[in-house]
């Protein structure tokens, strides 16, 4: 994507907390999003958060948005097996016409 | 309400055809954009249609086309196909407020030999 950055991979254990790290460049973006996808299928929607907005929960799932840093992060907390996917930060940017840029996505790994 | 139908799920085609893709977008949802995915170069946005005009474009070759029909469903176009238009083509709809979240289809798997 462009000018969304994302690390490529993270590995965690079973049980602990995943946190995804995000960057974007757009400070006129409106909203973030967290979406997830799975071997073979589409991009589902996680969570989101409106830009001016600090932090969102959503049961396991928390985002904190640092816009002075344009840093998003997603936090999964108590981390599944079936939470191994790949993780993508988007924004949805108002040019005019809005458009939603994605990150490159965070392949997630989770160790039994 | 059903999600958004992708159709075909898997397509293979030979360099030089062309192929024809086709979206369904959830039911009341009036805008449709299209996105290719690959390894190298992530998700790449097409075009969006909202009440079938293009509002969006993004940075593809003329090759690539697409249309929307007055119930909304969309089709995607590449002519002459390359074997780097191998890719997952991803549809996604959204209400036609542009600042909702996209909802994507599952995706059509196009490899070009």
């Known amino acids: 994507g462009e000018d969304v950055e994302q690390s490529l991979f993270l590995s965690v254990r079973e049980g602990d907390s995943s946190v995804i790290n995000c960057t974007y460049t757009?400070?006129?973006?409106?909203?973030l999003y967290w979406y997830k996808q799975e071997p073979g299928a589409g991009l589902q929607l996680l969570t989101y958060i409106f830009s001016n907005m600090d932090m969102k929960q959503d049961q396991r799932l928390t985002v904190l948005l640092n816009k002075k840093d344009k840093h998003l992060s997603l936090r999964i907390a108590d981390t599944q097996t079936g939470d191994s996917a790949i993780y993508f930060c988007?924004?949805?940017?108002?040019?005019?016409?809005?458009?939603?840029?994605f990150g490159a996505g965070t392949r997630l790994f989770v160790k039994a | 309400k059903a999600g958004v139908t992708q159709t075909p799920r898997y397509l293979i085609k030979t360099r030089g055809q062309q192929v024809t893709l086709s979206c369904s977008p959830i039911?009341?949802?009036?805008?449709v954009s299209w996105y290719q995915q690959t390894p190298g170069q992530g998700l790449q946005f097409l075009f969006e249609?909202?009440?079938?005009?293009?509002?969006n474009k993004g940075n593809f070759p003329g090759r690539f086309s697409g249309r929307q029909f007055s119930n909304s469903r969309s089709e995607m176009n590449v002519s002459t196909l390359e074997l780097g238009d191998s890719a997952l083509y991803l549809c996604?709809?959204?209400?036609?407020?542009?600042?909702?979240?996209?909802?994507f289809g599952n995706g059509t798997r196009l490899t070009v030999t």
């Open positions: 988007a924004e949805l940017r108002d040019t005019g016409g809005f458009k939603t840029i």
């Open positions: 996604a709809s959204m209400p036609g407020q542009g600042d909702s979240p996209l909802h």
């Open positions: 249609y909202f009440s079938e005009t293009q509002r």
């Open positions: 039911s009341g949802h009036r805008s």
């Open positions: 757009d400070s006129s973006s409106t909203y």
